[in-house]
């Protein structure tokens, strides 16, 4: 039997499995509420631009089905330090997204099935999910089952002739309960397996000039062609009695590359009056590097797998929030029963272990902030996030 | 490994829908005393495709990825 035959049969025998198991209870649970929302995102950092729209659309029928339709757009600016390092210019790109959802409610069980397309000018993926949600014990619980299949397309715009393919699987369960009035909970479990091309053509590695070891010389890096991750994520909210909530959460995280990570979050929503709603959030994230992970190889191929990607190095960000929502026509107005106009600005900060500013030893000796290769500095950058969105419920 | 870990899925939610057919569990807080859960600042996604962003913000950025609760999906875009 092909590996592929055989995930086949354990993605069909999840579902079976599921659907046996779940009780077809009599009492409705209840679909999210029709809303459009639009929305504008920005990011700029690192010498990276990226902005767009994303639209979202959804609709129930008969309170038993609901489809949704999203749009997502990034138009990209970079001139980041890898495409600065290899000697690149600056260039830019454009990735579209469409997602197509679906929901059906039978009793108190929800499935829902989902269908993504994601096309660049050098890479396409393609995304279905199933997934599907029980209420228990009074409505207490909640628990959460779903699994998604991808497939990508990995080209490179300098070399037609390449086309390389990855496979993607992911499993998903998940738990939600109330544990007191004012005081839910939440863990969620997915482990991601993706077999295939899985590094980016476009980047490289470094190793030490043999010639003059203060230089080094760029290579194209070569990953492993799998990779299964494990996170596993604990969430909780809580009202406090004025009217406010805070929320926390934690996740950890390991995969076959060796990559440890934790992500640790805090918020607080504040409403005042009946119109504004103030959010802000704290989020640390941490991580160690992929063991084939190197800033600067010895040699030319010095091992089987070797990478510089920094998102495969040891680093740490913090992020900070701020977000205000204002909500208008909350007594309704035509058809829509009530809008919110919504401004997030996040700001993130990267500070990387092991990965150093290359751009430095390529300047000259000469130069006043000149450093040899591997006694460059740390790099490190600052990233703002802003979103600004309308969304209405009609 | 896959088996396995998709063995592991099925148990769970095999345990959790049998623990519901062994009988009725009173609930703890009864649908009366929901009013402070059904607060919309209680919500954890309010606002889903906001929140699809910023996963996306991240996950393009960090090793990690995964358990965040969403219906999964995305681009696998580096």
């Known amino acids: 039997m092909s590996p592929g035959t055989n995930k086949a049969r354990i993605l069909w025998s999840i579902v079976a499995g599921a659907a046996l198991a779940l009780p077809l209870a009599s009492s409705a649970g209840v679909l999210p509420d029709d809303r459009a929302d639009a929305l504008y995102h920005r990011y700029e950092g690192g010498g990276v631009t990226i902005q767009g729209p994303s639209v979202l659309v959804r609709k129930k029928m008969a309170e038993k089905y609901a489809v949704s339709a999203n749009y997502y757009q990034d ?6 330090i890898d495409v600065e390092v290899s000697g690149a210019s600056e260039y830019k790109e454009e990735r579209d997204q469409y997602q197509l959802g679906f929901e059906y409610l039978r009793g108190k069980t929800t499935y829902n099935l989902s269908y993504t397309n994601s096309e660049e000018n050098d890479y396409d993926a393609q995304t279905a999910s199933f997934g599907l949600s029980q209420d228990l014990f009074g409505d207490l619980t909640t628990i959460s089952m779903g699994f998604s299949r991808g497939s990508d397309k990995v080209r490179n715009a300098t070399d037609p002739s390449f086309e390389r393919d990855i496979d993607r699987w992911s499993y998903r369960v998940g738990v939600s309960q109330i544990l007191t009035k004012s005081l839910i909970a939440s863990m969620n479990l997915e482990v991601i397996t993706d077999e295939g091309f899985l590094n980016n053509p476009y980047r490289s590695y470094r190793y030490k000039d043999p010639v003059d070891g203060t230089r080094f010389i760029l290579a194209q890096e070569i990953y492993p062609r799998t990779r299964t991750s494990n996170a596993v994520a604990l969430n909780a909210r809580y009202f406090l009695p004025y009217r406010a909530a805070v929320y926390g959460g934690y996740r950890f995280f390991t995969d076959t590359w060796d990559i440890r990570a934790d992500t640790f979050e805090l918020g607080y929503v504040h409403p005042i009056k009946q119109q504004w709603t103030l959010e802000a959030r704290v989020r640390y ?110 | 490994m896959i088996k396995a870990i998709a063995l592991k899925l099925v148990s769970s939610v095999l345990l959790l829908s049998g623990l519901c057919a062994c009988g009725n569990i009173e609930p703890w807080v009864k649908p009366y005393e929901r009013q402070q859960l059904a607060d919309p600042i209680m919500n954890a996604n309010p606002n889903p495709v906001s929140g699809a962003y910023m996963d996306h913000v991240f996950e393009a950025r960090e090793g990690a990825r995964g358990a965040l609760g969403g219906g999964g999906g995305g681009c696998g875009c580096n």
């Open chain 1, 285 to 394: 994230y941490q991580q160690n590097n992929a063991e084939f992970y190197r800033d600067l190889f010895d040699f030319a191929n010095q091992q089987n797998f070797m990478a510089r990607d920094k998102e495969l190095s040891t680093f740490n960000s913090m992020a900070f929030r701020i977000g205000a929502s204002y909500e208008f026509a909350q007594t309704g107005w035509r058809f829509v029963k009530k809008g919110s106009v919504n401004l997030f600005y996040d700001r993130i900060e990267f500070k990387y272990d092991d990965f150093h500013d290359a751009r430095v030893s390529q300047m000259l000796p000469t130069d006043p902030g000149y450093a040899p290769a591997g006694s460059e500095p740390l790099y490190e950058f600052g990233a703002n996030v802003i979103q600004m969105f309308v969304s209405i419920w009609f």
């Open chain 1, 75 to 80: 138009m990209i600016t970079s001139a980041s």
